[in-house]
């Protein structure tokens, strides 16, 4: 608290300085999480790089070389060497691209989600009264549809009105759409409680007796005190809409086979697991795991960190 | 032997920054029936000094060195079990919020009753009369309906009657009393403070009264101790404190005070602020705000900002100041002169 | 209840107490409830087979008048509850009074919109209880500070703000270098000091003071008293000062008024009131200052507590505590009355002669 020089730190410095950055100097599985996570995105995001095959051009898929197994395996051909799908193509480009896929979805639908329940929650909470009750028992029917039944209902709409050739190349856009709709509450009602805790601190006082508009001091001042649940939520949020996505995919509600995520590709893959070829599913079905899992990690050790409970600063 | 007798304490909380020095050095003794209060600002160590009576220190901090002696009994390398027998039955503590205290979902009387039958091999029915007597010595009005109501549904001064019954269940020796009346309002706060007294006089119970407030210190204590970002830096009976203090620090604290100026005009302010206990100035930890640093001659005194002060002996206090010291040795140099 | 009466007491001060002829403030038969309820579906209950609409509210404020002149520090005391701070909040337009009016140098401004009220924010201030919840932890003391200047002075370019930054921040105590810091670096009086600063920077005439120095060390107290009677000398300052601590008030204010539950039940000049207190709570509070000088505590006993804001005692708000209470107090509500020295109380038994 006590001040040896003027000089002001510098934001670097006051990162370096941080509980956050303190605690994860000591957390190994925060670490270890944030570098799987890390190397999950990069390679997701420069698959084209990487990819030996371009598993969107069909001229590239050899029908032939369908249900090639893993290099570890015999039978296998050097050439793939995570296998091939049912269609021929090359898993571990497939499961590069499909990781993108999924990743788009749920990083989409999140932002998506943030912008709906962030605004959503800060009126409701700032505003009060009938605003705040209207926004919520809105906020309770969308809970009360399940994120599926969204689904069905966009897509049966969509697919009735414009074609399913339209849904299955806005695929991405739609999926986006629905579960950042099916799951903004979530958002909205974690916003509002901690909306609630800081308009009753006398800043926000301080700011109407100065005279500042409720616009101005919504976003400038309260919204910048509920960032770190909002951080939080959204590691949580992440995970969810990607579980979503390929629960949605798994059940043929998703993306479409011709761009696979890694739903769908679990579920393009689950049809051969009798046949014995099981590494189509199972495969993605680990990495989806890994993904999940490290961002759900890293989630538990941000909302350690940032619990005001136990760290008072 | 006094009743309690801390010497040379030392606790430490292990931070990420590193260790942090909490108290230092304290040192002080209580005799049975003595009322000792403890007075500083926040940050001074006062409210630490009180829970390492009881070892009630939680993690992070712990007692580094030094002694609690309670009837000879060390109290700082005791076992738990040993503790236990201790705290609630011989020592007692209030603190600021009642709420620490009191359980929200048990009635006061469930409440009194646990703690006798915790303590003593009593009935339910016998516990209950001691804890309706209690009741009624804390002058609550109707004790036999309390006795069934829950916390929440009593008002903050009577949760503090309730707590300070309850400290006096066990017909303890000492009661630690924590800031007990600092959320209360001045006209139930001055008839906590008076009920407190009372009892204590009755009970021939000790009472160690941490506060920061002078006023209340000088109404209800004997004795003394001044803290300063950790360490003692005055102690003595309170009368001679209040009317002559000799640390600068505690002259400040009093001077402070609206009462001590001519309504209107400026009052006494000490400049800055208590410093940090993790950035703490060198020697005497109280010199960059002290006005006596200066010799008469103009020239800062060395040894304030290169070595911590020891006590020295002024009529019946001791201060730790090396202007006091200064100014006894020549006051001595002046009488062997003459 | 107290309405005519009292406005009426209110027009015939003596000169003496009025420094010009209108004051700064008035504040008029204030009320404000805040309701316990909930919304209407809450508010539905069953009593004998009927659904009827139950309402209950905290009467925060029942019928106060007060009037601050120009220059002078009006200190409201009471205990926690006795609406002392929803007084100030209301005339901050915070909250919206249930009842009454507020005029500000002859305008009326508690019906104003948050627009129509802007020209009046530049000229009243407030400065809050708590120093660590009072600035916000994600803006730097420069942004702070730079906030109501830039609404307040729209034209001023960027070297006019901050050198009127740096002019309050001088002004208060704090270095400017320290401008790119946040609050949560500074101490409780530093931060307190900022916030006054914050308030000082639009160049006010008013200023509501709400618990300013309750939350800070003995030490600071008088740092922040001082500063804040500094300031009132240089710029001509008055103060609205809430406070639970009496002799704060009998070193910094001009008057005292003192509130129960709602009620004020004596204004005074804080020199008669300390040395001559009338109302039976009054004098209960100053006898329970904790003193220095004496051994004992020899306060005056009141008997049991403040009843509930939510159902209001009849009569005399205090009669149920006061040792003095007759029939006619538990009865009929006392109206503030004018004693010859200029004090006014509003106790039956004052009134009466029976004390």
Redesign the interface.
């Known amino acids: 608290m006590t001040m040896t020089t003027n000089k002001a730190p510098s934001r670097l410095d006051r990162f370096r300085d941080s509980f956050v950055w303190y605690s994860f100097k000591r957390d190994r599985t925060a670490q270890l999480c944030l570098a799987v996570f890390l190397c999950l995105v990069v390679a997701a995001f420069s698959a084209p790089l990487l990819a030996p095959t371009d598993p969107y051009d069909l001229r590239q898929i050899d029908i032939m070389a369908s249900e090639l197994p893993p290099f570890w395996i015999d039978g296998a051909d050097e050439q793939y060497s995570l296998g091939t799908d049912a269609q021929g193509r090359d898993l571990w480009s497939i499961i590069l691209y499909g990781t993108r896929v999924s990743l788009l979805i749920g990083f989409g639908a999140v932002i998506l989600q943030a912008l709906l329940g962030v605004t959503f929650g800060l009126m409701a909470g700032y505003l009060g009264g009938r605003v705040d009750a209207f926004l919520m028992r809105l906020a309770d029917i969308q809970l009360s549809f399940s994120t599926l039944m969204v689904a069905i209902v966009v897509g049966a709409v969509v697919k009735a009105t414009l074609g399913g050739a339209f849904y299955s190349q806005y695929a991405v856009l739609m999926l986006v759409l629905i579960i950042g709709l099916a799951e903004w509450p979530q958002y909205a009602r974690t916003v509002r409680a901690s909306v609630l805790a800081e308009k009753g601190k006398e800043y926000v006082d301080a700011a109407r007796v100065m005279g500042l508009r409720s616009k101005r001091i919504m976003f400038r001042h309260v919204l910048p005190n509920t960032l770190s649940p909002i951080f939080v939520i959204s590691t949580v949020q992440i995970a969810n809409a990607i579980i979503s996505e390929a629960a949605l995919s798994f059940l043929g509600l998703g993306m479409p086979e011709t761009h696979p995520s890694l739903g769908s590709l679990i579920k393009a893959g689950f049809d051969y697991i009798q046949s014995g070829s099981w590494w189509i599913t199972l495969i993605p079905g680990a990495v989806l795991v890994v993904l999940v899992l490290s961002i759900n990690l890293l989630g538990d050790w941000l909302r350690d960190v940032m619990n005001p409970r136990l760290y008072k600063g | 032997m006094a009743l309690l007798e801390v010497s040379q304490l030392d606790v430490r909380f292990a931070l990420r920054q590193g260790e942090v020095k909490a108290i230092r050095d304290v040192s002080f003794t209580l005799e049975r029936g003595e009322r000792l209060g403890i007075v500083g600002e926040s940050g001074a160590g006062k409210s630490v000094a009180a829970f390492s009576l009881l070892n009630l220190i939680s993690k992070p901090g712990f007692i580094a060195g030094g002694s609690i002696r309670f009837e000879g009994q060390t109290l700082n390398t005791m076992s738990e079990r040993g503790l236990r027998k201790i705290r609630g039955n011989r020592i007692s503590m209030i603190f600021q919020d009642p709420m620490m205290t009191l359980n929200p979902v048990l009635s006061i009387g469930e409440q009194m009753v646990e703690c006798l039958k915790a303590h003593r091999r009593i009935s339910s029915r016998d516990a209950r009369a001691i804890a309706l007597d209690k009741l009624r010595q804390v002058q609550i009005p109707s004790p036999e309906k309390r006795l069934d109501q829950y916390p929440h549904e009593l008002s903050g001064g009577m949760r503090q009657r309730i707590i300070i019954a309850i400290a006096l269940l066990l017909d303890p020796d000492i009661i630690i009393a924590d800031e007990p009346t600092t959320a209360l309002d001045v006209t139930i706060q001055a008839e906590i403070m008076a009920l407190l007294l009372d009892l204590c006089e009755q009970h021939n119970v000790g009472l160690i009264l941490i506060t920061h407030d002078l006023g209340v210190v000088s109404q209800v204590t004997q004795r003394m101790l001044v803290m300063y970002a950790g360490r003692v830096i005055e102690q003595g009976p309170t009368r001679e404190i209040i009317n002559d203090p000799q640390h600068p620090y505690t002259q400040g604290l009093i001077n402070a005070l609206p009462q001590m100026a001519t309504p209107g005009e400026k009052l006494n302010q000490i400049r800055g602020s208590m410093p940090s206990l993790s950035n703490l100035p060198s020697g005497c930890a109280f010199h960059p705000r002290c006005d006596f640093i200066k010799r008469a001659d103009g020239q800062t005194r060395p040894a304030c900002v290169e070595q911590v002060p020891g006590f020295v002996q002024t009529g019946n206090c001791l201060a730790a100041c090396h202007m006091v010291a200064e100014l006894l040795e020549d006051r001595r140099l002046k009488e062997e002169s003459q | 209840m107290t309405t005519q009466a009292s406005a009426a007491a209110e027009n015939h001060i003596p000169a003496e107490n009025i420094e010009t002829a209108t004051p700064l403030l008035q504040i008029r038969d204030l009320k404000k409830r805040f309701s316990l309820s909930g ?1 209407f579906l809450e508010q539905l209950r069953f009593k004998g087979g009927k659904l009827v609409r139950h309402q209950e509210h905290v009467h925060a404020i029942n019928g106060v008048n007060l009037d601050i002149s120009r220059g002078e520090a009006l200190c409201v005391v009471g ?2 509850g006795c609406g002392k701070s929803t007084v100030a ?1 209301t005339v ?3 909250l919206s009074p249930s009842e009454g009016e507020i005029h500000y140098d002859g305008q009326r401004i508690d019906h104003l919109s ?1 627009r129509q ?2 020209p009046y ?2 000229r009243m ?2 400065i ?3 120093p660590y ?8 003391i420069q942004q702070t500070l730079e ?2 200047l830039r ?2 002075h729209p034209k001023w370019n960027r070297q006019q703000i901050a050198d009127k930054v740096e002019e309050v921040m001088r002004s208060v105590g704090i ?1 400017p ?5 946040f609050g ?7 931060r307190q000091r900022i ?1 006054i600063a ?1 308030a000082l920077a ?1 160049d006010p005439e008013f200023i509501v003071a709400d618990e300013p120095i309750s939350a800070l ?7 922040v ?2 500063l804040l ?2 300031a009132q000398h240089e710029r001509n300052l008055t103060y609205l000062f809430i406070t ?1 601590d ?3 008030v ?3 204010g001009t008057r005292v008024a003192v509130m129960y539950l709602g009620t004020v039940c004596e204004i005074a000049t ?2 008669t009131l300390f040395a001559k207190p009338r109302h039976p709570y009054t004098q ?2 100053l ?6 000088e ?4 020899q ?1 005056i ?2 008997e ?3 009843p509930t804001p939510v159902n209001l005692p009849s009569g005399c708000v205090f009669h149920g505590r006061c040792p003095y209470a007759n029939a006619r107090c538990r009865q009929e509500i006392p109206l503030l009355q004018m004693q010859n020295d200029g004090t006014r109380v509003a106790c039956h038994a004052v009134e009466e002669g029976r004390l």
């Open positions: 919304d205990e926690s909040r901050m337009g915070l948050s009220l802007l924010r530049k201030q407030m809050f209880q708590n919840a009072s600035l916000n932890p994600r803006m730097t906030e109501p609404l307040h270095d270098d320290w401008g790119k810091r949560h670096e500074f101490s409780g009086g530093q916030a914050r639009v060390d003995v030490s600071i107290q008088a740092q008293l001082n009677m500094e639970h009496l002799a704060v009998e070193h910094f804080t020199a209960a509070l006898s329970s200052i904790p003193r220095l004496d051994d004992r505590p306060h006993r009141l049991g507590e403040v």
